[in-house]
């Protein structure tokens, strides 16, 4: 079974078929979207047309498998890949320019107006927000820096339980948003809210892509960034869907599970990529924003749904909040299907796509 995984072992996909494997190596750190290009690909053999773009701090790829024109296919390939370079000017919170940053750098002290696309994400953030019970939170900013400090510090200790108040004061999109959807404006209700998409962006930035290679006509299609996110259109050559391979967080030579996708999302979260010790305990990168700590109990959760905005929040939540999480999740998305493998390497599923 052809396989490809990313450096960190966050994340294997592989699209299981000939000619059809997504190359490696690469690296991606969930929610801090660090990325490391190793340089140009050998295209596969086959009819597939497959083009790449650096956005978000990752490598986005497109694989076309429809057949016709080489050149028309191409430009919507190219459509698809500018959709998600404007997704990283709306939404990154580091880059010059980008709407988030300047959210984040305004909009504690003053009102701010938004755009009509950012209002929408928002807005989507809001009740992926609450049908999580908090689980996914984008409001995380606060907290991640308080982490980040204590990580770079040279004694390396937990962050104190002041320092930690202090970051949940500024949490939880649904308190922070004073949202005026009329006039589009926002303020954030604590000074030090920021924002963080890193749970959540690249899905938003794929189901973007997506369209646009709908509105062109393109039927068979995969695409994804980073390997943490695949959106699939239609079929691979030669099979019914797209089959990827997500790496087991014990053994990343190894294959976990198999999920079918057909018109669908997969998106996976994993504490495997950027560790730390702190305060002699091994940290992950994941937060949990209700209490402050880096989630523990849970080595990686998987989610299939339509929407790959949604399986990308809902991974994040469900690592969150563990196999105690999946009946929330199943009954409030009964179109998501759901993977948890706890801490003993138990691996937990809902649904028939992951195999």
């Known amino acids: 079974m052809p396989v490809?995984?990313?450096?960190?072992?966050?994340?294997?996909?592989?699209?299981?078929?000939?000619?059809?494997?997504?190359?490696?190596?690469m690296s991606f750190n969930a929610g801090?979207?660090?990325?490391?290009?190793?340089?140009?690909?050998?295209?596969?053999?086959?009819?597939?047309?497959?083009?790449?773009?650096?956005?978000m701090r990752t490598r986005f790829e497109v694989v076309i498998a429809d057949s016709g024109d080489a050149a028309n296919l191409?430009?919507?390939?190219?459509?698809?890949?500018?959709?998600?370079?404007?997704?990283?000017?709306?939404?990154?919170?580091?880059?010059?320019?980008?709407?988030?940053?300047?959210?984040?750098?305004?909009?504690?002290?003053?009102?701010?107006?938004?755009?009509?696309?950012?209002?929408q994400f928002l807005?989507?953030?809001?009740?992926?927000?609450?049908?999580?019970?908090?689980?996914?939170d984008p409001a995380i900013g606060a907290l991640l820096d308080c982490w980040r400090i204590q990580a770079?510090?040279?004694?390396?200790?937990?962050?104190?339980?002041?320092?930690?108040?202090?970051?949940?004061?500024?949490g939880d999109l649904r308190r922070q948003l004073l949202l005026d959807p009329q006039e589009r404006h926002l303020r954030f209700a604590h000074p030090n809210t920021r924002l963080d998409p890193g749970a959540v962006g690249k899905g938003w930035a794929l189901d973007r892509a997506a369209a646009r290679l709908r509105d062109a006509g393109i039927h068979h299609a995969l695409?994804?960034?980073?390997?943490?996110?695949?959106?699939?259109?239609?079929?691979?050559?030669?099979?019914?869907?797209?089959t990827i391979a997500i790496a087991h967080p014990s053994d990343p030579t190894k294959s976990l599970a198999l999920a079918h996708l057909r018109d669908s999302s997969l998106s996976v979260s994993a504490q495997h990529g950027r560790m730390v010790m702190i305060g002699g305990r091994t940290i992950g990168h994941i937060i949990d924003p209700r209490s402050?700590?880096?989630?523990?109990?849970?080595?990686?959760?998987?989610?299939?749904?339509?929407?790959a905005m949604v399986s990308d929040a809902l991974s994040t939540?469900?690592?969150?909040?563990?196999?105690?999480?999946?009946?929330?999740?199943?009954?409030?998305f009964p179109d998501a299907e759901l993977l948890v493998v706890d801490t003993d390497g138990t691996r937990h599923t809902s649904g028939s796509a992951f195999i």
Do not use: K, Y
């Open 317 to 332: 939540a469900l690592l969150v909040l563990g196999i105690n999480g999946m009946a929330l999740l199943a009954t409030r």
């Open 123 to 136: 807005r989507r953030c809001c009740a992926l927000v609450e049908a999580t019970d908090g689980a996914f």
């Open 32 to 55: 801090n979207m660090d990325h490391h290009d190793p340089g140009p690909r050998t295209p596969d053999s086959g009819p597939s047309l497959r083009l790449a773009r650096l956005a």
């Open 223 to 242: 695409v994804h960034g980073g390997t943490s996110t695949a959106c699939a259109l239609g079929d691979e050559p030669g099979r019914s869907g797209w």
């Open 292 to 307: 402050g700590h880096p989630v523990s109990g849970t080595l990686l959760s998987a989610v299939i749904h339509p929407s």
């Open 74 to 119: 191409r430009a919507a390939g190219e459509d698809a890949l500018d959709e998600i370079t404007a997704a990283e000017l709306l939404l990154s919170a580091f880059q010059d320019g980008a709407e988030l940053r300047q959210i984040n750098h305004l909009a504690g002290h003053a009102t701010v107006t938004l755009s009509p696309l950012m209002l």
């Open 152 to 170: 770079d510090d040279g004694d390396h200790a937990e962050p104190s339980p002041e320092a930690l108040a202090t970051a949940l004061a500024a």
């Open 4 to 25: 490809t995984r990313s450096d960190s072992g966050v994340l294997l996909i592989s699209c299981v078929g000939p000619g059809m494997m997504i190359p490696g190596p």
